[in-house]
């Protein structure tokens, strides 16, 4: 099943520096896509998500943007920090007729002092 | 701030055995959910539970699997005879419903079948 790809398996970036993750979808049913950010041994805790009727949604230093003709979403860490550290997924859901997430494998994002 | 709880954090039993996991779910939320992950693998939707019944489940859910409601506030899942695959963290969700579409994740059950 590989509905949401995230294709990045890691990224390093410098501290203050912006981190992007990217993410790709291939079922047009999705309508809400979600970003979850995941600790070694803690569930994963939700960050920020985005409706299939907006292409950008902001929560401070993170932005989502969404770009439906591509079927590609993508997180924006501004500045990033050492605690920013982490496994992030990407998240979809078809909300109006399912509740279920499917998700992406997760790109673990290292954020360098 | 209310978050998903989940009990026992590590569980590990022996192929063939029952185990029953244990979620509570945020108070005033009205759909749950289990997922699990093997080591290495994505997060895999179980099964979807609302108004006192499955709304939906996926194909791995299958006749080895159930999950209850018990009272007001717990949400297990219990898996009647357990394989060696059945090996994963075990994660809660909840969510509010009512057009929001957000899950919030309990700290995950890691199960063991040896």
């Known amino acids: 099943d590989q509905q949401v790809k995230q294709n990045s398996p890691s990224l390093s970036v410098q501290e203050g520096r912006i981190s992007i993750l990217n993410c790709d979808y291939t079922?047009?049913?999705?309508?809400?896509f979600l970003w979850y950010k995941k600790y070694p041994a803690e569930g994963p805790t939700f960050l920020i998500s985005?409706?299939?009727?907006?292409d950008k949604n902001e929560d401070g230093r993170f932005t989502v943007f969404l770009n439906k003709s591509a079927k590609h979403l993508s997180l924006h860490i501004v500045p990033s920090q050492p605690g920013d550290s982490a496994v992030y997924f990407c998240a979809a859901s078809a909300g109006r007729y399912t509740g279920k997430l499917i998700f992406g494998q997760g790109t673990t994002l290292q954020v360098k002092p | 701030e209310p978050e998903v709880t989940q009990t026992p954090s590590h569980q590990v039993t022996q192929m063939g055995q029952e185990v029953i996991l244990r979620c509570v779910p945020i108070?005033?939320?009205?759909?749950f959910y289990w997922y699990r992950q093997i080591l290495g693998q994505k997060v895999e939707f179980l099964v979807s539970f609302y108004n006192n019944e499955i709304s939906e489940k996926s194909e791995i859910f299958d006749d080895q699997f159930s999950v209850e409601r018990p009272d007001g506030s717990n949400f297990t899942l219990k898996i009647r005879s357990t394989k060696l695959e059945d090996s994963a963290m075990y994660f809660c969700?909840?969510?509010?419903?009512?057009?929001?579409?957000?899950?919030?994740f309990g700290p995950g059950t890691r199960l063991t079948v040896t």
């Open positions: 108070s005033n939320h009205l759909y």
């Open positions: 969700a909840s969510s509010p419903g009512t057009g929001s579409y957000e899950q919030y």
């Open positions: 079922n047009s049913m999705f309508d809400y």
């Open positions: 985005i409706s299939s009727i907006k």
